[in-house]
């Protein structure tokens, strides 16, 4: 048997390549503080539970391709409530954003294609891109300037005759950017400029701190140009459900993305059929957790000031904020954390900065923290962190 060039040049995610240090020191008896993966504490809500105990069905039967028509009309409504005018046509339901972006660059993609991204970005395109013999082109952003785009002449340099699509996150991941109007003018303008699509990868859009969040489906010139990529994993805390969609005005587009729908058949049933219920959470649901994660990034963001020798950014939206460390290597100074340090038999799992980048030799020294913990558990993460951060042997400066 032989394994595909593609799937061999695929990397283990940063996010979860380290549990197996993790692992062995929770077997030693230490306690970690996870913050390495966006997986929230928050509960469900009660809906969706409820709604799968309803479901009185007597076979789990195949559904329609392009998902359950109760989901896709309450997202709908969901876009309508904000603005955003969708038919039934432009919607379809995939198993989480992920199946979504995977449809998306199957769809845009030839071998050799190019995809642009801003890096640090989501390490997961990269995986998506290479399982399609696409290439990632990544402008670089910096913690200096918050993670905010170059201007538009620095970004098309990367634009070359191969790019396909501009992939953003937005708020991002890992860095919590939230993109200003002026930048996603910018975003659009180059689209229409040079015929690229836009895929705005829009799952954290709830997750915004400070002041209005605009979305670039709000933008009627990128209309024939633009791909959402949306989910209920982080909105509704229902990472294990798998359901989100796509969403494009493109009619091309989305003939294409019903082919890639039917060749897998359908979304899940039943968590198709919680998901509808989620839609149904008051919007206060979220605005408490909102404010809950507001509450987080303050606790962070006070933390990693107080911390001599570490910069971050001020992160504004999603749940991540990235870090400078002042060490020789971050993921040698995570494995480090989990395998000799801890105080009083507790230590910190973070994601190492330099799997969000693929500029070679770059984000060595950063990492992304999520701040997915209550507040109590931040301060002593952080705390922790401080610690360490007095007697690494790989400290710099
Ligand atoms: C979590 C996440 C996704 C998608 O997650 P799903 O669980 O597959 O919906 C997509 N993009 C980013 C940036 C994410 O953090």
């Known amino acids: 048997m032989r394994i595909s060039n593609r799937v061999q040049e695929l990397k283990l995610s940063p996010i979860r390549k380290l549990a197996p240090y993790a692992d062995a020191a929770k077997k030693a008896g230490k306690k970690v503080y996870h913050l390495n993966i966006g997986q929230p504490d928050i509960e469900t809500p009660a809906q969706f539970m409820d709604a799968i105990k309803n479901f009185d069905e007597k076979v789990i039967a195949y559904g329609a391709s392009k998902g359950e028509p109760f989901l896709v009309e309450a997202i709908k409504k969901y876009y309508a409530e904000k603005g955003m005018n969708y038919e039934t046509g432009d919607i379809y339901i995939t198993n989480g954003g992920s199946e979504a972006l995977i449809f998306a660059v199957m769809a845009l993609c030839d071998p050799g294609d190019e995809i642009m991204v801003f890096e640090p970005y989501y390490a997961n395109y990269t995986t998506f891109a290479t399982e399609f013999g696409a290439k990632i082109n990544a402008v670089t952003t910096s913690v200096e300037n918050g993670y905010h785009l170059p201007e538009a002449a620095e970004i098309e340099k990367h634009i070359t005759p191969n790019t396909k699509a501009i992939l953003l996150t937005n708020p991002g991941n890992p860095t919590g950017v939230v993109y200003t109007e002026a930048e996603m003018q910018m975003i659009a303008d180059l689209a229409v400029k040079h015929d690229l699509a836009v895929i705005a990868d829009e799952v954290y859009r709830e997750f915004v701190y400070d002041g209005a969040y605009k979305s670039f489906g709000t933008m009627p010139e990128l209309d024939n140009n633009l791909i959402i990529i949306d989910s209920v994993?982080?909105?509704?805390?229902?990472?294990?459900?798998?359901?989100?969609c796509i969403i494009s005005k493109n009619k091309e587009f989305c003939q294409q993305i019903n082919k890639c729908c039917q060749g897998r058949l359908c979304?899940?049933?039943?968590?198709?059929?919680?998901a509808a219920a989620l839609y149904t959470t008051p919007v206060s649901y979220l605005e408490e957790v909102n404010k809950e994660y507001q509450k987080r990034r303050d606790t962070?963001?006070?933390g990693l000031k107080s911390l001599s020798g570490v910069e971050a950014s001020d992160p504004k939206g999603a749940f991540y904020v990235m870090v400078k460390f002042p060490v020789d290597?971050?993921?040698?100074?995570?494995?480090?954390?989990l395998e000799s340090f801890d105080v009083d038999g507790e230590t910190v799992m973070f994601a190492p900065g330099n799997g969000f980048y693929s500029t070679p030799g770059y984000g060595v020294n950063e990492a992304r923290l999520a701040y997915v913990l209550n507040c109590d558990d931040l301060k002593r993460a952080i705390y922790i962190l401080g610690e360490a951060l007095k007697v690494y042997p790989g400290r710099i400066g």
């Open 233 to 244: 994993s982080k909105r509704y805390s229902a990472c294990g459900a798998r359901i989100g």
């Open 267 to 274: 979304s899940p049933i039943l968590e198709q059929v919680g």
């Open 300 to 302: 962070i963001a006070a």
């Open 329 to 337: 290597d971050a993921e040698k100074f995570a494995i480090w954390l």
